[in-house]
Nanobody
């Protein structure tokens, strides 16, 4: 099993920045990818960004490209999501999730929700002036 714990959410003004962290523990050697997802009230969960841990390739949803950056610290088993230029449409609960190393790379890249097995509890991001 894998345990994921998100942190770093909060309230920020439009145009501001936040860095989310996703700390993984447990069977981390079996991981193939980590994804960040978000869900706003009344909306479906959507993929924000993902990183394939097998080759460090990173992927982004269209709405966050050029504003968000995903990275990882292997020594700490932690994946980060640096969010910049936050907009009023970015508020949501942000979740990180893990996919095993048996997951096809395409599914990690496309942030196919069903391919992600373990989920964190989420962290709230709010954007308001």
């Amino acid at each position: 099993q894998v345990q994921l714990v998100e942190s770093g959410g909060g309230l920020v003004q439009p145009g501001g920045s936040l860095r989310l962290s996703c700390a993984a523990s447990g069977f981390t050697s079996g991981l193939g990818g980590i994804g960040w997802f978000r869900q706003a009230p009344g909306k479906e969960r959507e993929g924000v960004s993902s990183i394939d841990l097998r080759d460090d390739k990173t992927y982004y949803g269209d709405s966050v490209k050029d504003r968000f950056t995903i990275s990882r610290d292997s020594a700490k088993n932690t994946v980060y999501l640096q969010m910049s230029s936050l907009k009023p449409q970015d508020p949501a609960v942000y979740y990180c999730a893990s996919a095993t190393n048996a997951t096809p790379r395409l599914f990690v890249a496309n942030m196919r929700i069903r391919s992600y097995d373990y989920w964190g509890q989420g962290t709230q991001v709010s954007v308001s002036s």
